[in-house]
């Protein structure tokens, strides 16, 4: 399950002492990039239910939340994990099932920023 959220959500990052890592998704209906990456990234939501949470965010609906967030462009995809945010880094090939599943199972292809 993917849940839209706005900067609110992001205070118990903070607040609470255990937050499951969160997979973060900042798109726009308008790209097309962001459009074709969403069955993906549904898929990976239903798989790994019990171990991650999945948000996104309308990137241009909220640019102050993207710009804290050090998204450069949609699609962005982070993970915050253990106190930390990662950028899953954009391939040459673009996002896809494979790549994000690798990234975020084995810890790969993250960023710290």
Do not use: W
């Not at 890592?21 to 790994?48: A, G, T, W």
């Not at 991650?52 to 962005?76: E, M, N, Q, W, Y």
């Not at 040459?92 to 960023?111: H, R």
């Amino acid at each position: 399950m993917i849940k839209n959220v706005d900067r609110n959500y992001f205070k118990k990052f903070f607040e609470e002492e255990e937050v499951k890592p969160h997979v973060i998704k900042f798109y726009n209906d308008d790209c097309e990039l962001c459009v074709s990456l969403q069955p993906d990234y549904e898929r990976l939501s239903s798989e790994l239910v019990e171990t991650h949470d999945f948000i996104k965010i309308d990137a241009f609906g909220d640019p102050t939340l993207s710009d804290l967030l050090s998204a450069g462009g949609v699609p962005t995809i982070l993970l915050f994990k253990g106190g930390n945010f990662y950028e899953i880094v954009y391939p040459d090939g673009g996002y896809n099932y494979g790549y994000l599943k690798e990234s975020l199972v084995e810890n790969k292809n993250l960023k710290r920023i």
